[in-house]
C-alpha cells in the first residue's frame, strides 16, 4: 500500500469519483486532484476533443505519464480521482499504490447506466447501445479494478453521503 495520507479513487465512468472524492478530501482535509482536470489543463482541451483528435491511446499516454510524475513528486494528503480507463495499463496499477490507498468505487452496470445515460461529455458511450456499452466494458475492466485495489466500496444503493462516510471510514483506519 502507498502513502497512507493519500487515497486513489478508481472506477468506471459514472461510479462517483468526482462527486465523492470531492466531499471526501474536504471533510478529511486533504487536497483533491483530478486526473482528467490534470490532463485537460495540460492540453488546454477538453477529454472529449482529445480522444476526437487524437485517440484513445494518446489520452492513456497522458494519464500514465501523468501518474508517473504525481508518484515521483510525492503528493502528500491527497485525494486522488482517476479516470476510469487508468487501470487499463498494468503500470498505471503499479503507480496508483505507490501514491496512496486505491478504493475502488464499484457499481453494476444498471446503476453506472443510469447515472451516465444523459451525459453527452463521455466519448467512450458515443453508441447506440450505451448499456451494452457499459456492461461490455465493466466485464472487461472489473477484474483489473479489483486487482488494482486496496479496497472496494459497492455503491449500488448508496446515497452520495454514504460512500463519502466509507471512504473516511477507509482513511482513518489507513492512517
Known sequence: MGNGNNICLIGYMGSGKSTVG??????LGLSFADTDEFIEGREKRSIPDIF???GESFFRRLETGLLKELARDGLENTLL???GGIILAEENRTELKSIGTVIYLRA??????ERVRNDTGRPLLNTA????R??????????????????IIDTDGLSV???VSAVEEIFKTAQ
Open 81 to 83: 480521482s482517476t479516470g
Open 134 to 151: 457499459i456492461a461490455g466494458m465493466l466485464k472487461i475492466r472489473a477484474p483489473l479494478y479489483e486487482a488494482a485495489s486496496d479496497h
Open 129 to 132: 447501445d450505451v448499456r451494452g
Open 22 to 27: 470531492r466531499l471526501a478530501a474536504k471533510r
Open 108 to 113: 453494476e452496470a444498471d446503476t453506472l447506466y
Open 161 to 163: 453521503e454514504q460512500t
Open 52 to 54: 476526437e483528435k487524437d
